[in-house]
Nanobody, 118 residues
Framework: QVRLEESGGDLVQAGESLRLSCTAIGSYASVNEMAWYRQIPGKQRELVASQMSPASGGTTEYLDSVKGRFTISRDDAKRAVYLQMNSLKVDDTAMYYC?????????WGQGTQVAVSP
């Protein structure tokens, strides 16, 4: 069984930065993709950023509204994925979730809350 542990969420002011971290604990054979999603109450979860593994093409994808402000990165040796969030806006307020996609299944973390005040 694989568990994802997220951290880094906080309450910040607009314009500030945060770095979210997600570490995978447990055994898995390989990774197709690691990604960050976010969700606010009453709305669907949306993809914020994803990064395919090099073996799967290495493609990086971002939500249009975060392009140029957020950066996803991975450290496979640490089994971690990060989301650097700069120039945060009030609209970025949400619960942020990490997702790990393997050839067999996907795993989700419990979420870390990001709140951005005006």
């Amino acid at each position: 069984q694989v568990r994802l542990e997220e951290s880094g969420g906080d309450l910040v002011q607009a314009g500030e930065s945060l770095r979210l971290s997600c570490t995978a604990i447990g055994s898995y054979a390989s990774v197709n993709e690691m990604a960050w999603y976010r969700q606010i109450p009453g709305k669907q979860r949306e993809l914020v950023a994803s990064q395919m593994s090099p073996a799967s093409g290495g493609t990086t994808e971002y939500l249009d509204s975060v392009k140029g402000r957020f950066t996803i990165s991975r450290d496979d040796a640490k089994r971690a994925v990060y989301l650097q969030m700069n120039s945060l806006k009030v609209d970025d307020t949400a619960m942020y979730y990490c997702k790990l996609l393997t050839p067999l299944t996907e795993y989700w973390g419990q979420g870390t809350q990001v709140a951005v005040s005006p």
